[in-house]
């Protein structure tokens, strides 16, 4: 009888002592979720975006190149057969306008030539004539009629001489040899590999010796398949990177939009101008185009830096007050540009901690 006293008073004191313990427990887990409030050095770098309804963007990618602009470009052709005697340029050489880039030598220059040396001996002889029948007039020994003829004369030898001389300015005639000319400034984007030195043409059949394209302008062309047509329209933003410049996007819109497909590839080309005053787009370049379109739909956005990824699940601090802050999963549905569109998780018009959240996320999720 006494061992069972005993003992019932020993379990007495064990079952005391461990409601002792869980007080102790308690207390102490009390005190250590003491309420959370912003810091003063975290409130001073605080951002806060709000949560709002908008139209869904997409982003269609597309591979381009960059082209010079059509506008800004000019074939060069002989305008006259022979043999090149020097060529003067190469690809990729910047040329002002009036610079020589060939000389040709050509019995048809020659020809021109000889058509001034003419045209000069002609408009001479003219003006011998017209003054000799103004002296007959005026002594009495012709009539009116021949001092209109004589004019007439003189007057056909000048517009011969001036039309002559045009055209060996244009051809740059000297000594058989024509000179090809720069018709603009600008960049030698193509020459052509079947032309050398010393080497005979026709100019029927050589087709143009040089293409010179003045860069402060050009265009990059992208190719959209038939699928994505109807998401591309002029006007719409337009995101480019190069594998030259990795680390830079050049922005654009779409210029123009051509309603024909390639027969081949099945797809059609869209264009985008952009200004290249710093020469950084240079023909050829391969370029990857994003362009940025709306659905119909509208979701709810927030800022894309606000998303906080942890344990395979996205989060949001719902910010409502300096100490009242909530940790919210989100499902995010996609994420475009700097936007990310949410299908669940929160409400239109709550604030979101869009900088240093991730500090204030590790402290309250400890």
Not at 27 to 46: M, Q
């Amino acid at each position: 009888m006494k061992s069972k006293i005993i003992s019932g008073a020993l379990l007495t004191g064990a079952i005391l002592m461990l409601a002792a313990c869980n007080h102790h427990k308690e207390a102490t887990t009390e005190t250590t979720n003491t309420k959370f409030c912003l810091t003063d050095s975290l409130k001073a770098n605080l951002e806060l975006s709000t949560a709002t309804m908008q139209r869904v963007r997409n982003e269609l990618l597309l591979s381009g190149k960059v082209s010079a602009y059509e506008d800004r470009m000019v074939k060069v052709y002989p305008v006259v057969s022979g043999v090149i005697e020097d060529l003067k340029i190469e690809l990729g050489d910047y040329v002002t306008a009036g610079q020589p880039l060939a000389i040709i030598r050509s019995g048809e220059a020659a020809d021109i030539e000889t058509q001034l040396i003419n045209a000069q001996s002609q408009l001479i002889n003219a003006q011998k004539s017209k003054a000799v029948a103004d002296d007959l007039f005026k002594a009495g020994l012709n009539n009116e009629r021949d001092v209109v003829s004589a004019n007439t004369d003189l007057k056909r030898a000048e517009s011969e001489l001036a039309k002559v001389k045009d055209l060996n300015n244009m051809y740059g005639v000297k000594n058989s040899r024509y000179t090809i000319k720069a018709p603009i400034s600008g960049y030698v984007i193509y020459r052509n590999p079947d032309i050398s030195e010393k080497m005979q043409f026709n100019e029927n059949e050589v087709g143009a010796f040089f293409s010179i394209a003045d860069l402060r302008e050009v265009i990059i062309e992208g190719s959209v398949y038939e699928t994505d047509i109807e998401k591309v329209k002029e006007g719409l933003p337009v995101s480019i990177t190069l594998l030259a410049y990795p680390d830079s996007v050049f922005v654009g819109k779409v210029d123009k939009v051509f309603s024909v497909l390639d027969p081949v590839s099945r797809t059609m080309k869209i264009r985008v101008k952009m200004n290249n005053q710093k020469n950084l787009l240079k023909p050829e370049m391969f370029a990857r185009l994003v362009i940025n379109y709306e659905d119909a739909n509208s979701m709810l956005a927030i800022d894309a830096k606000a998303i906080i990824f942890d344990k395979n699940k996205y989060f949001a601090m719902v910010y409502k007050d300096d100490c009242n802050i909530e940790t919210r999963e989100v499902k995010v549905f996609r994420t475009t540009g700097n936007t990310s569109y949410l299908s669940k998780g929160l409400q239109p018009r709550e604030r979101i901690m869009s900088k240093n959240q991730l500090l204030v996320y590790d402290q309250l999720n400890d």
